[in-house]
């Protein structure tokens, strides 16, 4: 198997930008014990199939099949552009079909963010304030782009959005400590833990093999990792048998490996809630040449279950975006940026900007955060330009900063 490898780790340390990599892999698929009608040899892109039976579905007949259950898992590749479209294409399905019956969860949010997702869902938040407050930068760490459409629909139908994953101060802890060195204060934000299934502690250690950098032990590794998915289990069920979830369908989007085989999410859910379920994977069956650098060998152990309920065929594809820098480092205190380097060449250094200027705001927008000049270039394309006003020393300026994609070497 194939996955994808890892990012630039956030604050929140090693492991858990692992564990998001690794849920989040780009496959290839295995062998013909996860394919066993060879249904991907000869699969076209968007191409719909029953894993058990081999047989093709269209887009219809898998919302028929998708609307007898309870709750919906679709597995995902962080960064594939595809595998966020199926998620889109089957919410939107089910909420045209059943308008105020259908939920989100979303492991790209800790729990402790809830509130601000139900203001998100009300529509009460612009997109800058949602960003800058849910610090999606800091702790999921991946380009916006990939869930905005999908962010959209969820305010623009107002349906219920929840945050899956544990908080990032509970992560971090069984990471250093273990599950036994839990402070009294967190240990009462442990779910109820189940350690013992042996095909998920198999596929586990295959990850954890593929890592052999990992500087921490396989039972720590293998803890984190089962703490995450009974959270977000233990979030689900209570959300199902809640007033608030009375009646809803509940789509869950997380890492292909935390639903893969049933073996992380969906088995610790049935646990405590016996409901009906299915588990849609989008499928890359086409790897560009130059998305291969990004992916890893990983052997997957035989596991007798299928992968899945449903696989749809799809391309692994980033964002067709070029990406832009301004091309300096800055430094937060007392509310504004410092410029701690400018980068030689940049669209920063061309513009005249140097290292300790302050950048008071771009085009007219105060820049306190770090956050705020990402987001603020996030808007630009090639070409753009960005005025910003600059404090050296005890002087003021403007300056205008051409964003070009080849600006950083």
Known sequence: MLVKKGWPLGSVGLVFALLISLAGCASMGKDSVEDPYRILEDATLDDIFHVSTGIKLTKGQL?????????????????????????????????????????????????????????????????????????????WRMDYDYYKPLLNLIRDHHLILLALNPPGELMKEVSNQGLEGVSEELGNELPQMDLSDPYHRRLIKAFYKGHPSLNQSFKRFFEIQVMREETMAEIIANFLTSDKGKGKKLVVLAGGNHVRYGLGIPRRVFRRLPEAYAIVLPTAIYIPEEMRKRLMDVQLPDIPFSPADFYWAVKYEDLKKERLRLGVIVKEFAGKLRVAKVLKGSSAAKAGIKEGDILISMDGEELNQNFDLIYLIGQKKPGDKGRFLIQRGEEQFELEALFETDSHP
């Open 63 to 139: 919302l028929d099949l998708l609307a007898a259950k309870r709750v919906i898992y679709i597995g995902e590749t962080h960064d594939n552009v595809e595998a966020h479209r199926v998620q889109l294409e089957i919410i939107k399905g089910l909420t045209e079909r059943y308008p105020g019956q259908v939920a989100v969860g979303m492991e790209m949010f800790q729990r402790s963010y809830q509130a601000l997702l139900d203001r998100w869902s009300r529509d009460e938040l612009t997109e800058k304030e949602f960003l800058k407050e849910s610090k999606w930068y800091h702790v």
